[in-house]
């Protein structure tokens, strides 16, 4: 938890004075019982009604001042704890923006969600907590404890001999609740993953009639968690009762012993009840401690895992690189041996590929499922890093570029079209915010989506649902072409991004592309020979190496693997038209 202390830095004075302010109120607290006992010994003893007045509109004073004292510490707590969740999920949503897929894919979205709500949110009540009680709670039980030492010091000794064993109490209940409340919150992680994918699966699950499955595991988790979670609360509801059991048993220890002494004439009876008083104001803080506990337990786990996230480092960065300058006649892409896997211990994806694109040629990539054409493409952007060999663009090494004038010389359509919710115009901005709606109605012409953005109400302006709810497949998919190409990207890169739309649509696509291509080099990942069949070369993939490179009529006659895909989707007799 000490980690996170610097997103408090921002709130110094708030975390100061709201303890401050406490500690101020636990002096006034401390002083009600020697009013008390005065009122008892020289008021009542007297018959003194003035005097009882008198200290009693003082312990009113004290009421009065004590309560503003501590709605002003609940003020700057409140105030820095809040800060200090503001500050804390902002620096980890920066952090988590700059791993790479392999952190993420390792990390799983549904349990950065998680860290970055429930977890943050319970860390910053255990804040709030820590800044009004962390300091008041054993500021009242040491001030009572030296209150009491200059009334009566044999008495005093009750109050050392309980401290340990309630320290002892305090310290066996964190030691059992703090893994549990990890578990607690590792389960709240699986029931986060359950959620996403049903409702994103949900057409799946329906399709299948496997409503009552997705029901009965989701249930066996919950119970899971409701399990854990009553452990947890079990433990912690000891607390309460295990310390109201050992400061009862010091206040009647008190009374026995106090009765005795003033008997003898030690003590005063206004002092035994003062004593008593702060036995009570103890048993108090004590309860403060036991919710206290209980909360530090919980931010302790779940600082822990947003920890977990801050010491996952990025394995793809930018780091100490500078703008760079292209190099004159290089290639514009150019992979050299190039071999790449998604994790040190697993099997390659691509090995040894080798080839080289030049500025204004439209590169085809085709293979069968798992050959790594997606792959391929994501490490032209540097999504993932090669394990071995490199990738150049403009001559330069992929790995020297700064992330932003690298992927600025990109435009990148994903093979799941991804929207934003906003209009038309936000989304088409996402790659060149300065974008005039010239440029965008340009772009949206070639990815042959301008026609059914003018059908809708406010064209540009059209509001467009979270993940393009209310767009068809087709739709979303030219939406996120026309978004690659506004700014002219020098490099075009086409995943699987056509799967939606209708071979009519897609000719019309590639027409289109082919007449602006002029220097921008494309890389179009298709499954349809029809998608790639015009591009200036073709790379074949089978099981991550490259199978063939050449146009289509020469990969017909020469690479098997090509051949057979072709007759898998056209006949000969469509295939030789072509040729």
């Not at 919710?421 to 060149?432: A, C, L």
């Not at 209708?502 to 602006?516: S, Y």
């Amino acid at each position: 938890m000490f980690k996170l202390a610097k997103y408090l830095k921002n709130y110094k004075l708030q975390s100061i004075f709201g303890p401050l302010f406490k500690l101020i109120e636990a002096c006034f607290e401390l002083a009600v019982p020697i009013i008390m006992a005065d009122i008892i010994d020289t008021g009542i003893k007297n018959q003194d009604s003035s005097y009882i007045l008198w200290r009693g509109g003082l312990l009113v004073l004290l009421g009065v001042l004590g309560l503003s004292c501590s709605l002003t510490a609940q003020y700057f707590a409140a105030k820095a704890s809040v800060g200090f969740g503001q500050e804390l999920r902002t620096a980890l949503f920066k952090h988590i923006g700059t791993l790479s897929y392999t952190e993420i894919d390792k990390l799983g979205s549904h349990t950065l969600v998680t860290r970055m709500t429930s977890d943050i949110n319970q860390a910053q009540t255990g804040v709030n907590m820590v800044l009004r009680l962390f300091l008041r709670s054993p500021f009242i039980v040491l001030g009572s404890v030296i209150m009491a030492f200059t009334i009566s010091v044999r008495l005093t000794l009750i109050f050392l001999i309980m401290s340990p064993a309630l320290a002892f109490v305090i310290y066996k209940i964190m030691s059992s609740t703090i893994p549990r409340y990890k578990r607690v919150q590792k389960t709240l992680d699986k029931t986060s993953l359950i959620t996403s994918e049903n409702l994103l699966g949900t057409r799946v699950v329906r399709a299948f009639s496997r409503q009552e499955d997705e029901k009965t595991e989701f249930e066996k988790n919950s119970e899971e968690l409701r399990r854990m979670q009553l452990t947890a609360g079990r433990i912690s509801a000891i607390m309460n009762p295990a310390t109201y059991v050992l400061v009862n048993l010091a206040i009647a220890a008190i009374l026995w012993f106090g009765g005795k002494t003033v008997y003898a004439g030690s003590i005063t009876q206004g002092e035994v009840i003062a004593l008593l008083n702060y036995m009570n104001q103890i048993l108090l803080a004590l309860l403060a401690v036991a919710l206290l506990v209980t909360n530090i337990t919980k931010m302790y786990a779940c600082a822990g895992r947003i920890n977990e996230v801050f010491d996952v480092h990025s394995s793809v960065s930018d780091e100490g690189n500078s703008t760079v300058s292209p190099v004159s006649g290089a290639p514009k892409v150019e992979f050299d041996k190039v071999c790449f896997k998604y994790s040190s211990d697993a099997d390659h994806i691509l090995e040894n590929i080798s080839f080289k694109a030049s500025a204004g040629e439209t590169i085809g990539i085709i293979g069968g499922t798992g050959s790594g054409k997606s792959s391929l493409v994501n490490l032209i952007p540097r999504f993932y890093d090669t394990f071995s060999g490199s990738v150049a663009v403009d001559g330069v090494n992929v790995k020297n570029y700064p992330f932003g004038q690298l992927r600025g010389k990109i435009g990148i359509v994903p093979q799941k079209a991804v929207l934003f919710k906003g209009t038309v115009r936000e989304n088409m901005q996402w790659r060149d915010r300065t974008a005039s709606d010239d440029q965008i109605w340009k772009a949206l012409d070639i990815a042959q989506a301008s026609e059914f953005v003018r059908q809708k109400d406010g064209q540009l302006d059209f509001e467009i649902l979270r993940d393009g709810k209310n767009l068809s497949g087709g739709q979303r998919q030219r939406l996120t072409i026309a978004r690659a190409l506004v700014g002219s990207p020098e490099i075009l890169i086409l995943d699987d991004s056509a799967s939606a739309l209708d071979l009519a649509t897609d000719a019309k696509l590639r027409k289109a592309l082919g007449e602006i291509a002029g220097s921008m080099t494309v890389f179009i990942v298709s499954q349809r020979i029809s998608s790639i069949r015009g591009a200036d070369r073709i790379i074949v993939l089978d099981d991550g190496r490259i199978a063939g490179i050449g146009d289509h009529a020469q990969l017909y006659k020469t690479c098997g693997v090509y051949k057979e895909i072709c007759l898998s989707q056209l006949s000969e007799k469509e295939v030789a038209q072509h040729e």
